[in-house]
Nanobody, 122 residues
């Protein structure tokens, strides 16, 4: 299984970006996927997760109401719509797959994608 994140870029504060995470899987069923980010000089931060069928979605408080996670299993893609972006949202954004299905929100992840850079200027 491989995950590939894309869609990053540079925007001004208040702008929007939509990230995509394509899940390349030969066998097995869809799993929950998490989104993470790592800002300059910061630890990697878990920001959102979506269950295998999109029925449950988790957000950390700082992105609630601004970010929307969705998925299209026909396209094997998970999306992160980011609106009202702020400079603090700057960082490399990663997606990864739930390594221990069954708990919510997921806490262990594997099959990390390579990351996509998001830069928000003031």
């Amino acid at each position: 299984v491989q995950l590939q994140a894309s869609g990053g870029g540079s925007v001004q504060a208040g702008g929007s970006l939509r990230l995509s995470c394509v899940v390349f899987r030969n066998v097995g069923s869809p799993k929950a996927v998490g989104w993470f980010r790592q800002g300059p000089g910061k630890d990697r931060e878990f920001i959102s997760a979506i269950s295998w069928n999109g029925g449950r979605i988790y957000y950390i408080d700082s992105v609630k109401g601004r970010f929307t996670t969705s998925r299209d299993n026909r396209e094997n893609t998970v999306y992160l719509q980011m609106d009202s972006l702020q400079p603090d949202d700057t960082g490399v954004y990663y997606c990864a797959e739930d390594a221990r299905p069954g708990g919510w929100p997921p806490r262990d992840f594997n099959n990390w994608g390579q990351g996509t850079q998001v830069t928000v200027s003031s």
